[in-house]
């Protein structure tokens, strides 16, 4: 599968901010979906993840609450809906796939198959 994340840009402290994942070749229904993001002068971190089905979901514990995760599997799409952004917000966002039957995990190497990430930047 391949992916291409979209919908980053420049937004102030406590705005919101929605960026996508779209699949293409294999139906993105057949894998989890995960987000993970890397600061300047940071490793990949995880933020997020959503089943196939889109009935469970896994944040990291500085986001919860703010981001939410969603999936829209007619659209070969997934989504990061992020509420009440700060400036540690700041860093390129990438989406992820990993086959379904594997399971959920937050280890950027448990993940196959990246998109090219969206620039997320946050201004105080």
């Known amino acids: 599968v391949q992916l291409q994340a979209s919908g980053g840009g420049l937004v102030e402290a406590g705005d919101s901010l929605r960026v996508s994942c779209t699949g293409s070749g294999p139906p993105l229904s057949s894998y989890i979906v995960g987000w993970f993001r890397e600061a300047p002068g940071k490793e990949r971190e995880f933020v997020a993840a959503?089943?196939?089905?889109?009935?469970?979901?896994r944040y990291r514990e500085t986001v919860k609450g703010r981001f939410f995760v969603s999936r829209d599997n007619a659209m070969n799409t997934g989504h990061l809906q992020m509420n009440g952004l700060k400036p540690d917000d700041t860093a390129i966002y990438y989406c992820?796939?990993?086959?379904?039957?594997?399971?959920?995990?937050?280890?950027?190497?448990?993940?196959?198959?990246w998109g090219k990430g969206t620039q997320v930047t946050v201004s105080s």
């Open positions: 959503i089943t196939s089905s889109g009935d469970s979901a």
């Open positions: 992820a796939a990993r086959r379904a039957y594997l399971g959920m995990t937050s280890m950027a190497s448990g993940y196959d198959y």
